[in-house]
């Protein structure tokens, strides 16, 4: 048994399509782009875009440069670090016990202790 759907087996778009139907494409150009890894990489740009001096690599993730003799040096990552690490880096031990003290004193005062 054969459902009522006439467009079974078809997608929205498919079929013979042509500049006439979409309109003219807007002129463009193609950018070379070498990651450290050797991956060449071109995409398209418009002609009045501005054109970036970086382009992320699609296969390794890494900056890709216009320069393949000189690609640009990979991002340096930060290891993850918690709130704790980043209090740690702006006090000492001494400042947390003198502003663990004065909290607990005016904690103290509140509750009449």
Known sequence: MTG???I???RVGAGPMGESERGESAPRRRVDY???NGHHTRPFF???AEVPDQWDCPRCGL???QDEQNPP???RNEPYKSHLAYVKERRSDSDGMAILEEALTKL???QGR
């Open 73 to 75: 040096e990979a991002r």
């Open 34 to 36: 070498w990651c450290a």
């Open 8 to 10: 079974r087996g078809t």
């Open 63 to 65: 900056p890709a440069g």
């Open 4 to 6: 009522g759907n006439a």
């Open 108 to 110: 103290k005062k509140r």
């Open 46 to 48: 418009s002609m009045d």
